[in-house]
T-cell receptor, first 110, second 115 residues
Framework: QKEVEQNSGPLSVPEGAIASLNCTYS??????FFWYRQYSGKSPELIMS????GDKEDGRFTAQLNKASQYVSLLIRDSQPSDSATYLC??????????FGKGTTLSVSS | DGGITQSPKYLFRKEGQNVTLSCEQN?????MYWYRQDPGQGLRLIYY???????QKGDIAEGYSVSREKKESFPLTVTSAQKNPTAFYLC??????????????FGPGTRLTVL
């Protein structure tokens, strides 16, 4: 059974801090890794994708991938109250559907 | 204006009824997906299709059926055989790139409630 694990949270950080969200996956053949943000009552929105080991930065977001450790993370710098949401980690192999974790709820307090 | 549309936004079903959820995309994506999300849970795959007239069961296909007669459309029917259909239903689409099927983009969702 292929699995993606995330801490459910809630993860609480003060405004302006760095939020760190973590994800582990069981399938060593996974090739693509994604982070989605989902506000309450809304559909998931893709915020980051990463395919190679290392870091990928996009604005305040940095995705980190370590295939040897089967670990992917998302860092949010200068966290804002508008970042309060559930963050879903998803992975897949070529030609297969995404496998999602259950998500980590982030709460940013002002 | 490219995107994925789902209708209706809210749907109420009486027990024993079949209902069909619509999903349309104009992104020219080859692959389309249906997920179900229950409160506090992640997304669970119901069905997916990578080409017209072909589709595969996901993890929780029992009680659901789909069709893919056009590239743009992937309707989901929730049948009376689905014992607990109250959930948030999400449709997604993606291109079929070399890297694992590509990024998936989601529609706004349909919230189904069984009365």
């Amino acid at each position: 059974q292929k699995e993606v694990e995330q801490n459910s949270g809630p993860l609480s950080v003060p405004e302006g801090a760095i939020a760190s969200l973590n994800c582990t996956y069981s399938d060593r053949g996974s090739q693509s890794f994604f982070w989605y943000r989902q506000y309450s009552g809304k559909s998931p929105e893709l915020i980051m994708s990463i395919y190679s080991n290392g870091d990928k930065e996009d604005g305040r977001f940095t995705a980190q991938l370590n295939k040897a450790s089967q670990y992917v993370s998302l860092l949010i710098r200068d966290s804002q109250p508008s970042d309060s949401a559930t963050y879903l980690c998803a992975v897949n192999q070529a030609g297969t559907a995404l496998i999602f974790g259950k998500g980590t709820t982030l709460s940013v307090s002002s | 204006d490219g995107g994925i549309t789902q209708s209706p936004k809210y749907l109420f079903r009486k027990e024993g009824q079949n209902v069909t959820l619509s999903c349309e995309q104009n992104l020219n994506h080859d692959a389309m997906y249906w997920y179900r999300q229950d409160p506090g849970q992640g997304l669970r795959l119901i069905y997916y299709s990578q080409i017209v007239n072909d589709f595969q069961k996901g993890d929780i296909a029992e009680g659901y059926s789909v069709s893919r007669e056009k590239k743009e459309s992937f309707p989901l029917t929730v049948t009376s055989a689905q014992k607990n259909p109250t959930a948030f239903y999400l449709c997604a689409s993606s291109s079929l790139g070399t890297r694992g099927g590509g990024e998936q983009f989601f529609g706004p969702g349909t919230r189904l409630t069984v009365l």
